[in-house]
């Protein structure tokens, strides 16, 4: 899954575009963002979490 996120905070803009991606065995999720400011900072985040059972048919 692709996902675009955006914010505005004093006047200022910021898109943060990532992914997700579920395991073979359909228990777990990773993610991936990508975190520019309109300043020209950027930031990087990486997770991950549990769906805690086993989804049948997951697909890679």
Do not use: E
Not at 32 to 58: C, M, N
């Amino acid at each position: 899954m692709t996902a675009l996120a955006g914010s505005l905070d004093d006047g200022q803009a910021a898109l943060a575009p990532g992914g997700a991606r579920m395991s073979g065995s359909g228990k777990w999720v990773i993610n991936v963002r990508l975190l520019p400011s309109a300043r020209g900072d950027y930031g990087f985040s990486v997770g991950t979490g549990s769906t805690g059972v086993r989804i049948r048919g997951a697909v890679t």
